[in-house]
Nanobody
Framework: VQLQASGGGLVQAGGSLRLSCTAS????????LSWFRQAPGEEREFVAA????????LYADSVKGRFVISKDNAMNTVHLQMNSLKPEDTAVYLC?????????????WGQGTLVTVSS
């Protein structure tokens, strides 16, 4: 499975962005699609996850109430709607896929998309 992330850009604090991640092949029902982020000089951190079948989601505490993960099964795409953005949300955002739920490890990673939030 190849994953392609898009939608990053420059936004002012308090603004919104919507990221998308499209898979090159069909996603199976037990798969997990997730977003991670990595800021300069920092370790990669989990942001949000969604089970491909159903409505199960997971969020990092730092984004709860601000970010929403959703999916479009027909388009093999997962979205991350980011609202009330803060400068500390600045990072490269990566999408990843795991073959189970909850995910124990991720088998597929896409290239990232840069999000920059100015103060």
């Amino acid at each position: 499975v190849q994953l392609q992330a898009s939608g990053g850009g420059l936004v002012q604090a308090g603004g919104s962005l919507r990221l998308s991640c499209t898979a090159s092949s069909p996603i199976f029902s037990d798969y997990t699609l997730s977003w991670f982020r990595q800021a300069p000089g920092e370790e990669r951190e989990f942001v949000a996850a969604i089970r491909w079948t159903g409505t199960r989601t997971l969020y990092a505490d730092s984004v709860k109430g601000r970010f929403v993960i959703s999916k479009d099964n027909a388009m093999n795409t997962v979205h991350l709607q980011m609202n009330s953005l803060k400068p500390e949300d600045t990072a490269v955002y990566l999408c990843a896929a795991a073959i189970d739920w909850p995910p124990l490890e991720y088998q597929y990673w896409g290239q990232g998309t840069l999000v920059t939030v100015s103060s």
